[in-house]
């Protein structure tokens, strides 16, 4: 494991070199040493230490707490203050810059080997700490889901991109202001409001909304702490306006196909107490439809002849012409004329026929055939 490197900022060079020898000896490996604050940004900037041991007092125009706070903001590297005394100010002052720990001189190896390794512990958690709230600040951004997390008394934690879009907000914005203000707004509704609070006893919520002219699916979950006590509240909303408009749709078009529906079973009823053979085909002439007069005309029930050709059942004596190529040279035409049908039975029987195209957006789809026999 590779050793722990620190940098020693002191304005005394002995003493610099003795905390060096001391560091050493305790396993630590010297990355740096400067006696000033303008000289340890420009050599840290290259060598990158694990841990800064900064004396607060420093000799020349930067002290060592302006030299810590710039390491901090810069590199975001610990740093440990080395002074023989502070007074309460100094303290206030060198708290704003968020050090990992104080030592007062003078120091024995035990006590500065203690502080350095709480400091690079320290770190490495809040290294975690930090990758772990970038991991899920990524995650919440990549789904097209509004999110939002309050605490136990309704101030917002946490809000990602779709939800500000949707609130007409930037996310850090809605930091720290409260549910209630999104309330005030007309942000939110007052549903999410009042499931929010009796989310916060410990029961999800789940439920689906309009808010002006969109439809949401709302989910609300109670977050827990270590003991089990409600501490935070998820809320997740769902887009869900174009399934709605889907279902809407679709039932349109089912009232629209039972419509039709409807009308085709009069037609079919229509067409079956007609006394005259009806006889309809695709536009290349293979049977769809027989009415029970062209059932009992052909001696085929409706299943046994679908998708057999009309011209099967035309007698070889009979003139008119009712042949594949006939669909294709005269497919748009209107045909009339007499016709020989040769049945399922050997029967022949004389019709005189008419027979016309149905066509759809300048195609022809089907034809109807009208047989009447011929006594």
Do not use: C
Not at 194 to 215: L, Q, S, Y
Not at 268 to 290: E, P, R
Request: aromatic fraction near 6%; avoid cysteine.
């Amino acid at each position: 494991m590779e050793k722990p490197s620190i940098f020693i900022v002191e304005d005394e060079r002995i003493v610099a070199e003795d905390i060096g020898e001391t560091l050493k000896k305790l396993g630590y490996l010297i990355s740096g040493i400067a006696v000033s604050g303008e000289i340890a940004l420009e050599k840290i900037k290259d060598n990158h230490p694990d841990i800064v041991l900064m004396d607060i007092h420093l000799a020349g125009d930067m002290d060592g707490i302006e030299a810590a706070g710039q390491i901090h903001t810069l590199f975001d590297i610990p740093v440990i203050y080395l002074t023989a005394y502070a007074d309460n100010e100094l303290l206030e002052r060198a708290k704003v810059t968020e050090p990992y720990g104080y030592v007062l001189k003078p120091f024995n190896d035990r006590e500065i080997h203690s502080v350095i390794e709480m400091a690079l512990y320290k770190h490495a958690i809040n290294e975690k700490v930090r990758e772990r709230d970038s991991t899920i600040h990524a995650l919440v951004n990549t789904t097209s889901d509004a999110m939002l997390l309050l605490d136990n008394d309704g101030n917002i934690l946490a809000a990602n991109e779709p939800m500000a879009q949707r609130l007409d907000r930037k996310a850090g914005d809605l930091i720290h202001t409260t549910i209630t203000d999104l309330l005030s707004s007309g942000s939110i509704t007052v549903r999410i409001a009042e499931e929010e609070r009796r989310v916060r006893a410990g029961t999800p919520a789940h439920f689906i909304e309009e808010v002006k002219g969109r439809w949401f699916e709302n989910s609300l979950y109670p977050v827990l702490d270590g003991k089990g006590i409600v501490s935070k509240v998820a809320i997740y909303s769902h887009d869900i306006t174009a399934m709605k408009n889907a279902e809407h749709d679709l039932a349109q078009v089912n009232a629209q196909l039972v419509s039709e529906k409807e009308e085709l079973l009069k037609f079919t009823a229509a067409v079956d107490g007609m006394d005259d053979s009806v006889i309809i085909t695709d536009h290349a002439g293979s049977i769809n439809y027989l009415n029970r007069a062209a059932e009992k005309m052909l001696g085929y029930a409706l299943a046994d002849a679908q998708g057999q050709h009309i011209s099967q059942f035309k007698a070889p004596e009979s003139k008119f012409a009712i042949e594949k190529e006939t669909f294709i040279m005269d497919s748009k035409g209107v045909w009339a004329g007499n016709l020989v049908i040769k049945n399922r039975h050997g029967l022949k029987i004389r019709t005189s026929l008419k027979s016309s195209p149905i066509i759809k957006d300048n195609k022809i789809i089907s034809r109807v055939f009208v047989l009447r026999e011929q006594m």
